[in-house]
């Protein structure tokens, strides 16, 4: 499933706990073994170009196949399926979801790598009863199990930058550029993909690594893919103070003189950073506040999303949905 490429003896599950070699057949201990079911708004994710104001019952299993010593879902991250919890069927999954009113699916939450065949069954049962199926991950899949979950129709994509070659504390060995060369292949095949960079305290924060995400993001992605700079906070064993929020503008600055048209920062609460202005006139188009959208101003007479001051067209997949929370 993914580019850890295990390889299984006998007896031995993968890193990730979800595969197991019994005798020669290779078992999908975590299947359907849901670890939490909630409908979210499609800006938690954070995705703000897809299905905008939308809500996706996002699901979980357990396990990752990498081990983020800030991880924030630890509890479900580090934990491996032992093969009787509780089973919901991809069938009822949907099912829920069209009930509580959801316009599409989202795994999430922990690694969906771990549960890829799962997504793979549930996104083509959603895509019948007309949903979108989305992905919040560290895009560390081989092409082939990424082109499997894009034919099966997933066409949003999260995904997670952890970090760069430089970083000497974490995450050493991961060959990072991996999530560029799939988000590439993710936009080739018609999907939606945004870059989620937390920005780890003393961690992968310094110069040099943020100009490498920033490079490859504009040589794979281009201009117009968003890119999220988000606010890390202390979790699971990693102590270090939370992201300065003068270090996030920096690296926002920077993006945005490389040419990136969409900048967001993330974690902060504050509005401004999170609400989508026309990259030509500067007017607020899209304006959110702790990921809901407040109002959005967006023209689709055309059949696109357009500013409806300068005309400029701004990338959404997707149509805006207007929901009510408060
Ligand atoms: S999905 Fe799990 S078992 Fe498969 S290669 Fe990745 S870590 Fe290993």
Not at 180 to 187: D, E, Y
Not at 189 to 201: C, D, P, R
Not at 225 to 241: D, G, I, K, S, T
Not at 291 to 298: A, H, M, T
Request: aromatic share 12%; with cysteine; glycine share 8%.
């Amino acid at each position: 499933m993914c580019e850890r490429k295990c390889v299984l003896p006998n007896g031995v599950t993968g890193v990730c706990g979800n595969y197991v070699n019994t005798s020669g057949v290779l078992y999908h201990r975590g299947y359907g073994r849901l670890s939490a079911i909630e409908s979210r708004p499609i800006e938690i994710k954070p995705l703000y170009h897809y299905w905008p104001g939308s809500t996706a019952l996002t699901y979980s299993n357990y396990g990752c196949n990498f081990y983020c010593p800030w991880c924030q879902n630890d509890h479900l991250s580090f934990v491996k399926p032992s093969g009787s919890e509780e089973y919901i069927p991809p069938e009822k999954l949907v099912e829920l979801a069209v009930l509580k009113g959801d316009e599409g699916l989202s795994a999430s939450f922990n690694e969906p790598l771990t549960n890829l065949d799962y997504v793979v069954d549930a996104t083509e049962i959603a895509v019948k009863h007309g949903l979108y199926s989305m992905m919040v991950t560290n895009m560390y899949f081989t092409v082939k199990s990424l082109k499997t979950v894009l034919d099966a129709g997933v066409d949003g994509f999260s995904a997670d930058i952890k970090g760069c070659p430089q970083m000497k504390r974490a995450l050493v060995g991961v060959d990072h550029e991996v999530v560029f060369r799939n988000a590439r292949i993710a936009l080739d095949h018609g999907a939606h993909v945004e870059i989620v960079y937390l920005v780890v305290t003393n961690t992968n924060d310094f110069k040099e690594c943020y100009e490498w995400i920033i490079s490859k993001h504009l040589d794979y992605l281009g201009l117009e893919a968003p890119l999220h700079v988000n606010r890390y906070h202390p979790a699971h064993r990693w102590r270090e103070p939370p992201t300065p929020i003068s270090k996030l503008l920096e690296i926002r600055e920077y993006a945005l003189q490389q040419g990136l048209k969409y900048v967001y920062v993330g974690n902060t609460w504050n509005p401004d950073y999170e609400s989508t202005k026309c990259p030509r006139c500067g007017k607020t188009l899209i304006y959110r506040s702790g990921y809901r959208v407040l109002d959005f101003k967006l023209d689709s007479s055309s059949g696109r999303y357009k500013c409806p001051r300068c005309g400029e067209v701004i990338p959404i997949k997707g149509r805006y949905v207007e929901k009510h929370f408060y």
